[in-house]
Each structure stands twice: as structure tokens, then as C-alpha cells.
């Protein structure tokens, strides 16, 4: 049991909720409680079915179905995460404008690249490697639905804070927002070396 707590922890601090939520603070203040919830957890299930196939076959997915090196994929998806922070960096949390749009659409844009990236996936590869399929599918569901549950709090919390100290809001999202871009920043450049150091180790 501690195992799975683990393994669903490490997933779960690469989730990161606090994070995902100043990304997707239009939607938090677009949409009413219940919208937000159904849009979530549609997200959460596509990240949740993404997690355990990961888990389950591992690296295999891109070595043997598509032939190429998970190094690779570390390096580009540091080039998103990188180009993302640079963003943020000078736009604030409106860099991610594609969750910007009706409920029905946003869906998808929250599971990628919001939830399902390149570091995540890589921690359900970890957990596929350290767990029996079955349980390490488990581990991904606890760690979802406990990012999920804690990502509807704070939307709570948002919704009763905001109406008396709405400026106040806006200015936490905006310095969160800048401050996050460093964090990101750093993973992808993390990413791409690990990605390059990978790639060198074989020549």
C-alpha cells in the first residue's frame, strides 16, 4: 500500500494542481461550478486512460509501435513547455489561450497540455515499471482523482473569495503566473538535457 501512495504521489506532484490551476484560471472564472466539474472530469478521464496505457506498455509504445526514442519525445515536449514558459513570462496566465472557448471544446485542451505531458507521461512509465499493470493503473487513478478533487476546491474557494477581493485575485494570478514560468521554464530545459544526454550516451 505505501508503494502505491508512492507512486501516486510522484504522478501527483507532476500533476500539480496549484500549477494547473493559474493555467486555467479563464476557464475557473468562465465557467459555473457544475460546467467546470463536467468539463474537468471529462479531461481527467481522457488523462487517466493516456496514464495507464502509458503504465501498462511503457516505453514500448514508442520503441516498438513507433519506432522512435522516448528521448526524443522529452526533447520536444521541452520545447513546449519551454516555449510555454516563455510565454507566461511576458503574458501572464493568458498565454494559454486555447482554453479559451466553449465547455464542450475545452475538454481536451485541459488533458493536453495542461494534464497529459511529457513529464507525466514519463512518471506513468515509472510507475508501469515499479507496479504490476493492475496496480499501477490504480496508483494513476489515485493520483488523478485526487489532483482533480483538489483542482475543485480551489475553484470553490476562488468563487467565494472572488466577489469581495476580485483585484486582489487578479493580482496572486498574475505574479503566480510569472513565478510558474520560471518553474516551467526549468523543467523543459531539464527535459531537453536529459533528452540530449540520452541521446549522446549512445554514440
Not at 133 to 145: E, G, K, Q, S, W
Amino acid at each position: 500500500m505505501t508503494d502505491i501512495i508512492s507512486s501516486s504521489l510522484l504522478l501527483f506532484t507532476l500533476l500539480n494542481p496549484f500549477l494547473v490551476i493559474v493555467y486555467l484560471v479563464d476557464v475557473v472564472q468562465k465557467l459555473e461550478k457544475h460546467q467546470f466539474r463536467r468539463v474537468l472530469l471529462r479531461a481527467g478521464m481522457i488523462a487517466t486512460v493516456v496514464f495507464c496505457l502509458f503504465a501498462v506498455l511503457g516505453d514500448a509504445i514508442f520503441v516498438r509501435l513507433m519506432q522512435l526514442e522516448f528521448a526524443s519525445f522529452k526533447i520536444f515536449g521541452g520545447i513546449i513547455f519551454l516555449l510555454i514558459g516563455i510565454q507566461f513570462v511576458f503574458n501572464g496566465p493568458n498565454a494559454i489561450e486555447m482554453l479559451r472557448g466553449e465547455s464542450e471544446h475545452v475538454a481536451g485542451a485541459i488533458a493536453m497540455p495542461v494534464l497529459i505531458g511529457p513529464g507525466t507521461i514519463s512518471a506513468s512509465v515509472v510507475v508501469g515499471q515499479n507496479h504490476p499493470p493492475l496496480v499501477a493503473c490504480l496508483a494513476v487513478i489515485l493520483a488523478v482523482v485526487t489532483c482533480l478533487a483538489t483542482i475543485v476546491l480551489l475553484k470553490s474557494l476562488h468563487d467565494r473569495v472572488r466577489p469581495r477581493r476580485e483585484a486582489l485575485i487578479q493580482r496572486y494570478i498574475e505574479i503566480a503566473g510569472r513565478i510558474t514560468a520560471l518553474y516551467v521554464g526549468t523543467v523543459a530545459i531539464e527535459m531537453i538535457m536529459q533528452g540530449v544526454g540520452t541521446w549522446l550516451d549512445k554514440f
